[in-house]
């Protein structure tokens, strides 16, 4: 996700930690590097231009000028306008009453249906009862690929088949969400290859009619500064409150995020990350700053291992590690868990000098080498998985036919399990350590200890 934007501005930020003293000059040469790294991401070149004057207006005042280390002060100042170009912060959905309606609108192709569907099971999460609504009545694939969705998330979706009526469709839906209790109606809409009177038209006929509190317009952000275009004109003519960008993880460049808020006036709402129905996240400008100048998001990735471990799980883990207990079934669920994260890039992106360390590594190669982990201790039997010290060489041999690799595979694996127990027994007893020392505390422990 921007990697090509994110390395050039990197590139700029070394030259702006090495100036020891600034001046004017120097500034607007290290910027000028920052405005054509922007220029290459297709950012507008208005947004562009007023970004760097902002930054430079900063860069060269009282505050960085008497500052110890000046080049870091202007790295700052960068994020901070960056933040800002980005929407400042994240603008939650406003779904207020007992229904709401959202509008998804956009052209043909931008993935309006699969947005549809991953904002429903958002929305679910959040304790609301969607409804999805097929409202494109031009496209039969829609409403299987809807019906399809809707199956796989477990929520209902309303369609009338041989319907060309969107406004009756509409009319029949708040009837069907009001017999079944749905809180909240997802109008998946008709695109187009491109903005056309007659859309645009029925467009406005089906908002005056359901009255929505969203109309999120879905953009493909690998369309870039077209993108921007396409959302002017939907804003123009729907009044839009929002968007979603969808395939922002195959986005190198990163035009349209960076433009979007500025031209349009309107926030980035969500963003798609991915193919898989998880892979969408409310959008935190602040977070993606941080990501595309290659200081990572610690809190995303929190927040995802939060949502993805089982609660149950991890106090059981936690206890055994208290024991010095821990087996290669232990081993096996974690590497599950990883895998539930997201692929490894992702991951390792979202950490602080992850784009850097990304460089030198053979991702593919890394996820084969967890592949290859699985299926070694899917081999195993589950006595040899509760109890390793048992798995001898005559063992090793027929758990490496068993997975289709060599023996010196199942023994790198075997030596990073053991490095892995080892570590667990040694937390398990600081633990109990740290445990004791606080029992002690409690009770006014040694002379002298824990007294001010």
């Given amino acids: 996700m921007f990697d090509s934007l994110s390395q ?63 080049g870091q002060q202007i790295v700052k100042a960068i994020h901070d306008e960056l933040v800002d170009l980005l929407g400042s912060e994240n603008a939650a959905l406003n779904l207020s009453g007992n229904q709401a309606c959202i509008m998804m609108v956009g052209l043909h192709g931008s993935g ?12 679910q999460k959040q304790a609301r009862t969607p409804l999805l609504v097929a409202a494109d009545v031009y496209r039969p694939a829609a409403m299987d690929q809807l019906e399809t969705l809707g199956k796989q998330l477990d929520i209902p979706v309303f369609v009338m088949k041989g319907e060309t009526d969107v406004l009756k469709i509409a009319r029949n839906a708040f009837d069907y969400a009001k017999q079944h209790h749905r809180s909240t109606l997802i109008f998946d809409t008709a695109g187009r290859l491109q903005i056309d009177e007659p859309l645009v038209q029925e467009l406005v006929r089906l908002r005056d009619l359901i009255k929505p509190q969203e109309i999120l317009l879905v953009l493909d952000a690998a369309t870039g500064q077209e993108a921007v275009n396409v959302a002017t004109h939907f ?41 898989k129905l998880e892979d969408f996240e409310p959008f935190h400008p602040e977070r993606m700053a941080s990501r595309i100048l290659g200081m990572g998001d610690v809190v995303s990735l929190v927040e995802k291992a939060a949502e993805t471990f089982d609660e149950n799980e991890a106090k059981r883990m936690e206890e055994k590690m208290r024991k010095g207990e821990f087996t290669l079934d232990d081993f096996l669920n974690n590497l599950r868990q990883m895998k539930k994260l997201g692929s490894m890039d992702k991951l390792i992106g979202m950490l602080p000098g992850g ?46 036919k068993g997975s289709g690799v060599q023996v010196s595979d199942v023994n790198v694996v075997m030596n990073q399990f053991s490095q892995m127990q080892q570590m667990m027994k040694k937390m398990g007893r600081m633990q109990k350590m740290m445990g004791k020392m606080g029992g002690m505390a409690g009770m006014g422990g040694m002379p002298g200890m824990f007294r001010k």
Wanted: proline content about 2%; glycine content about 8%; hydrophobic content about 40%.
């Fill in 8 to 70: 050039k501005l990197q590139n700029a930020f070394r030259n702006l930690r090495g100036l020891g003293k600034i001046s004017e000059e120097n500034v607007s040469e290290s910027l000028r590097e920052v405005r054509l790294a922007l220029l290459d991401a297709d950012v507008n070149f208005k947004v562009a231009r007023d970004f760097i004057e902002r930054v430079k207006a900063k860069a060269i005042g009282e505050e960085v000028l008497q500052s110890v280390q000046p």
């Fill in 112 to 123: 309006k249906t699969t947005s549809s569907g991953k904002l429903a099971r958002l929305l």
């Fill in 235 to 275: 804003d123009k003519a729907l009044n839009i409150t929002g968007s979603i960008l969808t395939k922002l993880d195959g986005d190198a460049r990163g035009g349209a995020a960076l433009s979007l808020k500025s031209v349009t006036g309107k926030p980035i709402k969500f963003a798609g990350m991915g193919e």
């Fill in 355 to 400: 784009s850097e360390a990304l460089k030198g590594m053979d991702m593919d190669k890394e996820e084969k080498r967890f592949r290859r982990m699985e299926g070694i201790i899917c081999a195993m039997t589950q006595r040899e998985r509760l109890h390793p010290a048992i798995i001898n060489a005559s063992r090793r041999k027929r758990i490496a």
